[in-house]
Nanobody
Framework: QVQLLESGGGLVQTGGSLRLSCTASGGTLGQYRMGWFRQAPGGKEREFVA?????????NYVDSVKGRFIISRDNGKNTVYLQMSSLKPEDTGVYYC???????????????WGQGTQVTVSS
């Protein structure tokens, strides 16, 4: 079973940038679709942010991050990234990495989850 570990979160001002990383162990990253989700404070539901297919040929984003976030993967390093730019206070939340087995390349259903990394954007 694959284990996922996120890193790169932190505190940043509005308009700033962060790059999140998610490293997989116990499995080969190339076997999984990968995605990033986030959960805003206040008990809001976790929402899909971005997804990338096994070799990166299919990528999709939630509308609110299009043009600002870029998801990418390096299967040789067993790592998936989320480059976040032009950050806004509403991007604040815990960001989770997820791995999906099978399914369509654009599926937003995932099987394995990391523990999350906190991103806080100050106004």
């Amino acid at each position: 079973q694959v284990q996922l570990l996120e890193s790169g979160g932190g505190l940043v001002q509005t308009g700033g940038s962060l790059r999140l990383s998610c490293t997989a162990s116990g499995g080969t990253l190339g076997q999984y679709r990968m995605g990033w989700f986030r959960q805003a404070p206040g008990g809001k539901e976790r929402e899909f942010v971005a997804g990338i297919s096994w070799v990166g040929t299919t990528i999709n984003y939630v509308d609110s991050v299009k043009g600002r976030f870029i998801i990418s993967r390096d299967n040789g390093k067993n790592t998936v990234y989320l480059q976040m730019s032009s950050l806004k206070p509403e991007d604040t939340g815990v960001y989770y990495c997820a791995a999906g087995v099978g399914g369509a390349a654009y599926s937003r259903s995932f099987n394995y989850w990391g523990q999350g990394t906190q991103v806080t954007v100050s106004s």
